[in-house]
Structures are given as C-alpha cells and as structure tokens.
C-alpha cells in the first residue's frame, strides 16, 4: 500500500510526459532523415537522375553513362572520401550522444530504487555482475574475429582500471546520489574535462603552449569550469522552481539538504576518478585495441573488486535479497544499459581520444535536472543553474580551443607525422 502511494506522483508524471516522449521521438527520426540525406544526396544525385530519366524513356542505359561526364573520377572519389569523413565524424558524435543519455537517465533511475530502500553497494554489484555476463557473451561471439593476445602487463592495467574506474567511481557516485541529486551528480563530474585536459597534457596527449591564443582559452575554460562546480557545490540558494509530490512521505523522502556538501565531495572523487579512468583507457586501447575485450576485463574486475568491497560495507542479509519491484528494473536496466553505454564510450575514447569523450558530460546537466525535477520531484535552486551556466562556458571555451588547434593542424601540417591519428583502426 505505501509502494503503490509513494510511486502514485511518478505514474501521475509519466502519463503526463508520454506525449511530448512521442514528439520527441518523432523529432529524433526526422532529425536522423535528414542527417542521413544531406550526406548521401550529392554522392548518388548523377546516378539516380540518369537511372529515371532510362526508365521515363524506356531507353537502354550504359553502364558507362553512370559515371559523370563533367566530373573526373579523382574529384568523385575526393567527394566520397568526404562523405565518410563527414560519417566518421558523426559515429562518435552519435556515440557520446547516446551514451551520455544513457548513463543520466540510469543515474535518476537508480535513485528511484535507492529511495525505495535499495543498497548502493549492494546496486553495484548486482548490476556490474549482470553487465560483466552480457560483455562475456559478447566477448565469446567475437572471438570469432582475430585478436591480439592478451599479456600479463595488460590484464594488471585492466585490474588498475577496474578499480578506478568501477570500484572507486561508481561506489563514491552511488553514495553520492544516495545523499544528493541526479542533476548535482551530473554538474559536479562535469569537472571531468578539465581534469580529463590537465592529465592528458601531463601524460603528452594534448599540447599547451601558453604563448598561444587558444591555449590560454582552454586553460581559462579550464579554472572556470572548476568554479562553476564549486558554486554549485557549496551555494544552492533559494528554490526558483519546486515540484514535490503531494505526498508527505515521498517529501521526506526527497528531503537532501542536510547532505549537499557530503554529496558534492562524493562526485568531486567520481570526476577524478572518471578523468584518470579515460587515460588509462587511451593508454590500453594504445597497445590492446580490442574494445569488447577491454571493456569486459574492466567490469569483470571491478565487479570482484565491488563485491570484495560491499560484502565488508553491507552486512545485512536482507539487503541483498530482491523482489520484482522497482529495485530489480533498476538493476537490470543498468547491467544492460550500463554496458551497452560503457562499449560506446570506450569505442569513442579509442577513435577520438579521452578529451574528446570527456567533453560531452555537460550534455547531462539539462538531461539530470529534467528527469529529476519530473520524476523525483528535485528542487530547482538558483544555485544550481548558475553554477551549470558557468560549467557549461567553460567547457564550451575548451571545445572551442580544441576545435581551433585542429584547424591549425590541418592547414599547416597535414601531412605531418605529428598529426593525430585515431587510437582504433577504421574497419
């Protein structure tokens, strides 16, 4: 009876956001259409006019005629080489898109279960295990295509991975979210470029020259990036938007001021451990380019890692026992979505490098305070929006140095062998 009246305002908001979910469906397609239309209508335009105008005059048609007559055979191929240039560019984009979507709205979901009364540790585990079991099928069917052999050196790489980027990231973001909110986890972990940028020219993956324009922005969009995660942390000011169920209980339930500080520190620990999680995953992919196989050792380890960890943290046996509610969805949900989300940033890290992944975290913020203002009921406060405005700018002002160092690259040196080549190979 309490279940059915604590989840009452979710189902009531659901209903109510069904409609614009189909809208925004729609918007996806047409989106897709036209994406997929502007890269493939210059490239096939000649050859579909000659085949209908055959056809409207029931005319033998050459095979020779398709080729153009006024267009040389170097400049379509140079177009060709273009479109799937421009079809590279989009896969990752697509790719991080996705991923980021993903991994917020598994964050509000999670928090759902925890209010329910579900463990973070015991969370972890149970979804890590389920995710570890989908990557080892995965990684069985693709045995098939020939891979490198794996090495000692690379499996103790792995292990140290697992235990940043499994073990110590998703026990301190849980907790974190356990004490907060979903759009203070994704606000604060949008640290993680900047320290992403700071430890990729540390370990020479980004050069910096202090004399330039554009490394001056990135290291200024760097700092403020840092201060808008602060702001964010220590100011939450007054409310400027509220909607809490009508339900007392699920009000005190929602109730997470006392713990705003804890739960920023919480995520403070997630950025770092996220940053150094994308270098270590660069560093592998340098020498073990198998993204199903590193991505399943990374959850396998930090699977027994979190066990190891949540049999010492959680010692109530009832905690670990499940039933089909809302506790089990979440759990399925996140071991399903958390790999699938986990391959695909992996894969982007390996094509485009770890700053390039990292970049895309500022996506989460509009995504986390939506999903928990709709469906958990979270607080709008002044605080947060400023502190999201000056992530936002300064992450953008990094995109932007970054975007210009590129232009540089390509104008100046681009045939250079000090230009960027993709960690992965194109297949």
Request: net charge positive; proline share 5%.
């Amino acid at each position: 009876m309490l279940t059915g009246q604590l989840l009452d305002p979710i189902r009531h908001r659901l209903s109510g956001t069904c409609r614009t979910g189909r809208c925004l469906s729609h918007l996806t397609v047409f989106f897709f259409a036209c994406t997929v239309t502007y890269l493939f209508q210059n490239l096939f335009k000649h050859v579909l006019l000659k085949l209908a105008g055959s056809i409207m005059l029931n005319q033998p048609l050459p095979v020779a005629s398709l080729v153009p007559q006024q267009q040389p055979l170097k400049e379509l191929l140079s177009e060709m080489v273009r479109a799937k240039f421009h079809f590279q560019n989009l896969l990752p984009f697509a790719a991080m898109a996705t991923a980021q979507c993903i991994f917020t709205g598994l964050t509000v979901i999670s928090k759902a279960a925890m209010l329910q009364g579900l463990s973070p540790f015991v969370f972890i585990v149970y979804s890590n295990g389920l995710s570890t079991i989908f990557l080892l099928l995965a990684h069985f069917f693709s045995r098939r295509i020939s891979q490198p052999p794996i090495t000692f050196l690379i499996l103790g790489k792995l292990f140290i991975l697992g235990l940043v980027g499994t073990t110590l990231l998703q026990n301190f973001m849980f907790t974190g979210i356990n004490y907060s909110s979903p759009t203070l986890s994704s606000a604060i972990t949008n640290v993680q470029p900047a320290l992403t940028f700071v430890l990729a020219i540390i370990f020479r993956m980004e050069k910096v020259d202090i004399r330039c324009f554009t490394s001056q922005i990135k290291i200024l969009g760097t700092v403020v990036s840092v201060s808008g995660a602060l702001t964010m942390t220590l100011y939450k000011g007054p409310a400027l938007w509220v909607s809490l169920p009508a339900n007392p209980q699920v009000h005190n339930l929602l109730a997470v001021d006392s713990n705003w500080v804890f739960g920023g520190f919480c995520f403070a620990i997630v950025a770092l451990s996220s940053a150094t999680s994308n270098i270590l995953q660069a560093t592998i992919l340098r020498e073990y380019p198998s993204v199903i196989a590193v991505v399943m050792f990374y959850n396998l380890f930090g699977t027994i890692q979190c066990a190891v960890v949540s049999s010492i943290v959680e010692r109530d046996l009832d905690a670990w026992k499940l039933s089909p509610d809302i506790k089990l969805a979440a759990i399925v949900c996140s071991g399903v979505g958390g790999s699938a989300a986990c391959f695909l940033t992996v894969w982007c890290i390996g094509k485009k490098g770890p700053v390039y992944a990292a970049l895309f975290s500022p996506m989460g913020i509009v995504i986390a305070a939506l999903m928990g203002a709709i469906f958990l009921g979270d607080a709008l406060h002044i605080g947060s929006v400023v502190g999201a405005i000056i992530i936002v700018s300064g992450f953008y002002a990094v995109i932007w140095g970054k975007s210009k160092d590129n232009e540089v690259e390509e104008e100046w040196s681009p045939s250079s062998s000090s230009q960027k080549i993709p960690l992965l190979p194109d297949h």
